[in-house]
């Protein structure tokens, strides 16, 4: 037998390369054909719930790092819960419905005017179903547990249903209302926008100073004399019908370049800079209440401008006085009101002009800009012409410019219950604090919900019209064409007539005549997601309402966030949620926003074809993803350096436990050593911060956490000198078996901390340990051990730490002067203050193996050698020598004392003394 063969160098079947790719797949289909999120959910049946619910992302194109940061996210705390005390199922869901798949079928294609509504909403539901199974494989293969075969998908029969149902309480309560009102409309799209569908850009537009010469002064103001507006918009001049002032300002009639002109004082000077003029004279000030009822001549048409009083009007720039366009503008639209103005909207769906803007008709509204000014300048009523730059809103699905223009629309009158969703949002605990106050500006501040849209692919808006026009949403005519969705779907909307989704024999006093039509609208797909508290919490029985948690991205605050408590609030009167959760975007590794056509997005299908899906889970948790976050394959592969080294320790202590079992030969903790201890309130400290992590849901801190404990406390320090214990030391020694029962609990105890971050690794890890659970998704989290001896174990060892970096820190330098080469060629000495010496002896430890030197004397501080040859530092000077003698051949400590076995081989006295009592034939080969 030779020496080498007495050492217990154990091997390990865990492989050091992990082959996540291949080996992931095979995973997941195990664990589907074993039901173990279904077996999950069995143990935890009667245990407290916990819902997350899902927000569903549009099913629309493969996955991105977006929707990989999010549902991975959900993933981890839905399978932290499961293993935490909670009944925590996890119903995905998809949204449908919406403009997108119209305009990805057009992409393909298909002639959407060659067929039937109901044919082309049949192939929208077809392409959004073939969305949804990619979306649903790319989500699968990252390892997120769930109800995959039965999720909730906004264009199911049952959805539909229910949320016509939403539609129909919220109208019972008079909160839907038909009116004519300037909104979002967007002519790429032919179709009204949400707030949330806006997005902000840069444009160049024209600005120009319009001169509105006086008509009827009222004695106020001459018939010579002219208003002066501002505006960038020039398109929208055929549509004024009024000037606002500032009632409580006051206005200045000048005589400039000799044209008399009224502008507000305040600002007199600066338009007199603008428009350069040359003499200025005030005549005299008017005040801006005196001037309402006064008139003006349009500067092209043959009608008069009203002199109106507005408190929105304001000082900071223009003229202080306001063009007023009511079919154009919201602020416009609430002023003329009060003076029964019409609303005068002289642009069509595909914004050209209409024939109510003569000499404009068929042009588009941006092109008309510069006939318009033409006309101007030649009623010399065009004072000056300028283009600058501004921040402009777009559709954000066509990146086109939107308007302002009234169409008759259906609208969720939030006015009239605004008071009671700031409320609900006040009792919500908002993760992020800003959150709350975001949210709740947006609410307080937000108009009625334009909840019409003029599509094909949604839901249909459940209204009839009676034969003098009457709309018609009747508790039991909502209610019937909900059962008929149920059943047939929405395309049945379609597909009859009126009076055929009607109950039978249903009579309205609008319709003597049995005469009855139907609204050809669709719901706004907000109303659609927003309605998933009631279409899904209220009707799935694993589930229910109001949900513990929603977590979204941080754009959902205008989104699902603010439609679904608003619908939620409507009809239950309360949040939909008892928490929400926000996170910021996926950018790129130079925090740009990802885009294909710069070339700078990552695929995550490619990185989980390459590196596997635990290293982008890893990648999650290393972010703090309450902020924007970076990912490109450079932070991937420092990820996947992270996940190397915490893999490379978990498999040194799995293959150094081989051949150990717990329930054999594990010792009890008040029965280790002091070191041993120390490791193990280590252990029981970093499954406390993880836990706590998890709950924060603050996935970083448990990364930091792991990582910190498996590379300075594990691998750096227990496991470092663990060697000279676990090699060299008898199988069954009290010390080995010490060692390796405290490998064995970090093993344990760190894969269940893992699995919901690294489900695959740590279910591979699984099956080298004795436990009883078949998968360790089926286990429970590690509980928080209560040490007795804790504080005072963490303390001296802590303090012991810190004297340990000390010691190498000198050996550093004595390997920089070529002292020594490594820690066992040491003969380390410290000169130690009274309390650095106590220290030492209190840990009643074998202080030389820890600090991993041949040999380690202790001095008192006052015998410090006088010359250099000290390292020293608070309380304690340390000597590094090269330590003489020979290198034992099995433990490779060097000695003084040994024992020559032949001329190449000797033994130190501990390792001879192992070896002659329990490989004595090592001794006479």
Request: charged residues 30%; hydrophobic residues 35%.
């Amino acid at each position: 037998m030779e020496i080498k063969e007495t050492l217990n160098l154990l091997k390990t079947d865990f492989p050091m390369r992990a082959g996540l790719p291949n080996k992931e797949p095979m995973r997941q289909k195990e664990w589907e054909e074993a039901d173990v999120y279904n077996k999950r959910q069995e143990l935890n049946k009667d245990k407290p719930s916990f819902v997350l619910h899902d927000g569903p992302p549009f099913a629309n194109g493969a996955i991105h790092m977006g929707h990989a940061l999010n549902k991975i996210s959900k993933d981890i705390i839905v399978r932290y819960k499961s293993m935490s005390g909670f009944r925590a199922p996890y119903v995905p869901g998809w949204d449908t419905h919406g403009l997108p798949i119209e305009q990805a079928l057009t992409n393909k294609g298909v002639d959407r005017k060659s067929m039937s509504v109901a044919e082309f909403r049949q192939k929208c539901a077809e392409f959004a179903w073939e969305q949804i199974e990619g979306q649903r494989e790319g989500f699968k293969r990252l390892g997120v547990a769930g109800e995959w075969d039965n999720p909730y998908v906004t264009l199911t029969k049952d959805y539909e249903a229910e949320q016509i149902r939403v539609f129909g309480k919220m109208a019972e309560k008079g909160y839907i209302y038909r009116g004519l009102k300037p909104i979002y409309w967007s002519p790429s799209s032919e179709s009204t926008l949400a707030e949330a569908e806006i997005e902000y850009h840069d444009v160049r537009s024209p600005s120009i100073y319009v001169a509105f010469n006086v008509k009827n002064g009222k004695s106020v103001l001459e018939t010579d004399t002219s208003f002066i507006i501002w505006t960038t918009t020039p398109w929208t001049l055929p549509a004024n019908l009024a000037i606002a002032v500032k009632p409580d300002t006051n206005y200045a009639v000048l005589n400039a370049d000799g044209r008399k002109f009224v502008v507000a004082s305040k600002l007199a000077e600066e338009v007199a800079e603008t428009l350069e003029w040359e003499k200025v004279e005030l005549i005299k000030e008017v005040a801006g209440k005196d001037l309402e009822g006064v008139t003006a001549q349009h500067p092209f048409y043959d009608r008069e401008s009203l002199l109106i009083v507005g408190d929105h009007v304001t000082l900071e720039d223009g003229t202080g006085l306001v063009h007023t366009a009511p079919g154009h503008g919201e602020d416009d639209f609430i002023v003329c009101q009060k003076y029964e103005l019409p609303i005068l909207s002289p642009v069509d769906e595909k914004g050209h002009f209409t024939a109510e803007a003569p000499g404009l008709e068929g042009q588009f509204y941006d092109k008309a800009n510069k006939t318009i000014t033409e006309w101007l300048e030649e009623n010399n009523a065009l004072l000056k012409l300028d283009f600058f730059t501004h921040s402009y809103p777009h559709d954000w699905r066509t990146k086109k410019p939107v308007i302002f223009r009234a169409t008759p629309q259906w609208f969720a009158s939030i006015h009239r219950f605004r008071d009671d969703v700031l409320n609900a949002i006040e009792e919500v605990e908002w993760l992020q604090p800003w959150g709350m106050q975001r949210i709740y500006n947006m609410v307080r501040d937000r108009g009625d919900w334009v909840i019409s849209r003029q599509r094909a692919w949604g839901v249909p808006l459940p209204i009839f019209y009676g034969e003098n026009g009457d709309s018609i949403m009747a508790p039991e005519t909502v209610e019937h064409v909900a059962s008929l969705f149920a059943e047939h779907g929405s395309n049945i909307w379609f597909e009859r007539e009126a009076v055929e989704l009607l109950p039978e024999g249903f009579e309205h006093p609008s319709s003597p005549n049995g005469i009855f039509t139907k609204e050809t609208d669709i719901m706004d797909v907000w109303f659609d997601s927003g309605s998933s508290h009631h279409a899904v919490l209220k009707t799935r029985e694993n589930l229910s309402f109001p949900a513990d948690l929603y977590l979204e991205g941080s754009d959902q605050y205008r989104g699902w966030f603010n439609s679904s408590i608003t619908t939620s609030v409507a009809i239950n009167g309360e949040a939909p949620y008892k928490a929400v959760l926000s996170q910021g975007m996926v950018l790129d590794g130079e925090g740009k926003k990802m885009s294909k056509s710069i070339g700078n997005v990552i695929d995550p299908n490619k990185v989980m074809q390459q590196m596997g899906a635990d290293l982008i889970r890893l990648w999650v948790s290393s972010v703090d993803a309450q902020a924007d976050v970076r990912v490109s394959m450079d932070i991937l592969k420092q990820v996947s350096e992270i996940y190397r080294k915490i893999r490379n320790t978990l498999r040194f202590l799995i293959q150094n436990t081989e051949d150990f079992s717990l329930e054999e030969n594990g010792i009890a903790y008040e029965d280790l050593r002091p070191v041993d201890q120390y490791l193990m309130n280590r252990l029981n400290e970093t499954v406390k911060q993880v836990i706590d992590g998890y709950e924060r849901f603050d996935f970083s801190d448990i990364f930091k956490e792991i990582n910190h404990f498996c590379t300075l406390d594990v691998s750096n320090f227990y496991a470092n000198f663990a060697k000279d214990v676990l090699y060299i030391d008898a199988p069954d020694a009290y010390d080995r078996r010490a060692m390796q029962t405290v490998f064995y609990h970090i093993v344990r105890d760190l894969t269940k901390l893992l699995t919901p971050i690294l489900p695959h690794t740590s279910e591979e890890i699984w099956n080298y340990l004795e436990e009883e659970e078949e998968y360790v998704q089926l286990a429970e989290m590690p509980t928080v051990e209560d040490y007795s001896n804790e504080q005072e174990v963490l303390s001296k060892w802590s303090a012991f730490m810190s004297l340990r970096d000390n010691v190498l820190k000198a050996n550093e330098v004595a390997r920089e002067n070529k002292i020594i080469g490594k820690d066992f060629e040491a003969r380390t000495t410290l000169y130690l203050s009274q309390e650095k010496r106590a220290l030492l002896d209190s840990l009643n430890s074998d202080i030389r193996q820890i600090l991993i030197a041949s040999d380690i004397r202790f001095a008192d501080l006052s015998e410090k050698p006088e010359d250099d040859s000290t390292l020293d530092f608070d309380g304690l000077s340390v000597k590094v020598e090269r330590m003489p003698g020979k290198v034992c051949t099995r433990c490779r400590i060097t000695t003084e004392e040994y024992v020559e076995l032949n001329e190449e081989e000797v033994l130190c006295h501990r390792c001879h003394d192992i070896v002659e009592t329990h490989y004595p034939e090592a001794l006479t080969k």
